[in-house]
T-cell receptor, first 115, second 109 residues
Framework: GAVVSQHPSRVICKSGTSVKIECRSLDFQATTMFWYRQFPKQSLMLMATSNEGSKATYEQGVEKDKFLINHASLTLSTLTVTSAHPEDSSFYIC???????????FGPGTRLTVL | GQNIDQPTEMTATEGAIVQINCTYQTSGFNGLFWYQQHAGEAPTFLSYNVLDGLEEKGRFSSFLSRSKGYSYLLLKELQMKDSASYLCAVLDSNYQLIWGAGTKLIIKP
């Protein structure tokens, strides 16, 4: 099956700093990538959808200036959490979808802890 | 609005069979997915149904009835490693995945 990697798997940062998370599709071209956030014991919450070469579409309530998404190539999307605060601590998961296919392949997730 | 319902938690015994139900009301339908998620890990794909009927894949089977807005995931010969959350998700008319809250399955020896 298709493989999606995410880096880093775990990050701890100080409040006010920015953190960049990378999501890569390793063996297919991901025309669409999705960024999710998941708080403990809750379901996945879609933050934004990004298509290669265009601006991301953010879900209602997600600040686009705080969560910067770049999908510069068909195999890489990045999520930057700017000026992170403790309430941003969460499990961030990306997924990728190939054009004309419905299935989303998930990365292993990044656990962010903001002190 | 769009809604996906599944039980919050279920308990079953090792070696037994368990059925996890999912009902949905969405704007359009382009398929239903089941994912397994172990604590602290990302979801992994289990099944995809777009036509009515039963899809069998080893110990796991998934059923879909589009007219009833209903699906279930059937797990046979339960093993301790099957303890996880099971997420039902529907692809709507915009090809957006709508997620259920997940069913936490607890397997007891």
């Amino acid at each position: 099956g298709a493989v999606v990697s995410q880096h880093p798997s775990r990050v701890i940062c100080k409040s006010g700093t920015s953190v960049k998370i990378e999501c890569r599709s390793l063996d297919f071209q991901a025309t669409t990538m999705f960024w999710y956030r998941q708080f403990p014991k809750q379901s996945l919450m879609l933050m934004a959808t990004s298509n290669e070469g265009s601006k991301a579409t953010y879900e209602q309530g997600v600040e686009k200036d705080k969560f910067l998404i770049n999908h510069a190539s068909l195999t890489l999307s990045t999520l930057t959490v700017t000026s992170a605060h403790p309430e941003d601590s969460s499990f961030y998961i990306c997924s990728a979808r190939e054009e004309d296919y419905n299935e989303q392949f998930f990365g292993p997730g990044t656990r962010l802890t903001v002190l | 609005g769009q809604n996906i319902d599944q039980p919050t938690e279920m308990t079953a015994t090792e070696g037994a069979i368990v059925q996890i139900n999912c009902t949905y009301q969405t704007s359009g339908f382009n398929g239903l997915f089941w994912y397994q998620q172990h604590a602290g890990e990302a979801p992994t794909f289990l099944s995809y149904n777009v036509l009515d009927g039963l899809e069998e894949k080893g110990r796991f089977s998934s059923f879909l009835s589009r007219s009833k807005g209903y699906s279930y995931l059937l797990l046979k010969e339960l093993q301790m490693k099957d303890s996880a959350s099971y997420l039902c998700a529907v692809l709507d008319s915009n090809y957006q995945l709508i997620w259920g809250a997940g069913t936490k399955l607890i397997i007891k020896p």
